[in-house]
């Protein structure tokens, strides 16, 4: 089945640097890979996805890009703020095994620090 | 509004009782899901269901039962043979398996064991 690796664990940046997190994914049939923040006792949102047919997505000062060759993919944020501070997971649209689910990356704490 | 609801948002069970979390959805949803989240860890799949009165085991099913009776409604049942039930449970919610979209959470249950 599908198996997702999240690196780093924690990162800690300055207000304004970029954050990259990335992830790397087995299944090559994987089609569909969200990225999801959660801040501290809330609920994970959806912040921005991208279609493997699809190989860099931007909205603002988030933007994620996809190499499938190399199967993996990367979340990149810009000009960070202190709000930008929570745990950010990744996920791939795993098939076989996993049956259409989504497998989740063990997650990303960034801290912005002002 | 449309969403995912989760209830109770906090829980307190004593030992050898078992207690029953709600989620409810109303965005027509055929798949749900339950996850486990411990302190600092990343989401961890308990139970899914791709359709009603249909439901898989997850990565830790030992100690939970669910039921999908409903199209709607996806109770989780954390019972006196799970021995560590304190966490941070999240629903969610798909149009369905192996669509391209991600999950909705629910807002979550905090259960305690005291």
């Known amino acids: 089945g599908e198996n997702v690796e999240q690196h780093p664990s924690t990162l800690s940046v300055q207000e304004g640097d970029s954050a990259v997190i990335k992830c790397t994914y087995s299944?090559?049939?994987?089609?569909?890979f969200p990225w999801y923040k959660q801040e501290l006792g809330k609920r994970p949102q959806l912040i921005i996805d991208?279609?493997?047919?699809?190989g860099e997505k931007k909205d603002q000062r988030i933007a994620v890009t996809l190499n499938k060759t190399a199967k993996h993919f990367s979340l990149h944020i810009t000009e960070t703020q202190p709000e930008d501070s929570a745990v950010y997971f990744c996920?791939?649209?795993?098939?076989?095994?996993?049956?259409?689910?989504?497998?989740f990356g063990k997650g990303t704490k960034l801290s912005v620090k002002p | 509004d449309g969403g995912i609801t989760q209830s109770p948002k906090y829980l307190f069970r004593k030992e050898g009782q078992n207690v029953t979390l709600s989620c409810e959805q109303n965005?027509?949803?055929?798949?749900m899901y339950w996850y486990r989240q411990d302190p600092g860890q990343g989401l961890r799949l308990i139970y899914y269901?791709?359709?009603?009165?249909?439901?898989q085991k997850g990565d830790i099913a030992e100690g939970y039962s669910v039921s999908r009776e409903k199209k709607e409604s996806f109770p989780l049942t954390v019972t006196s043979a799970q021995k560590n039930p304190t966490a941070f449970y999240l629903c969610?919610?798909?149009?369905?398996?192996?669509?391209?979209?991600?999950?909705?959470f629910g807002s979550g249950t905090r259960l305690t064991v005291v």
């Open positions: 969610a919610s798909s149009i369905g398996p192996g669509t391209g979209n991600g999950y909705t």
């Open positions: 299944d090559s049939a994987s089609n569909y």
């Open positions: 991208i279609r493997s047919n699809v």
């Open positions: 996920a791939a649209r795993g098939y076989g095994g996993s049956q259409g689910n989504l497998i």
């Open positions: 965005l027509n949803h055929d798949a």
């Open positions: 269901s791709q359709i009603v009165n249909d439901f």
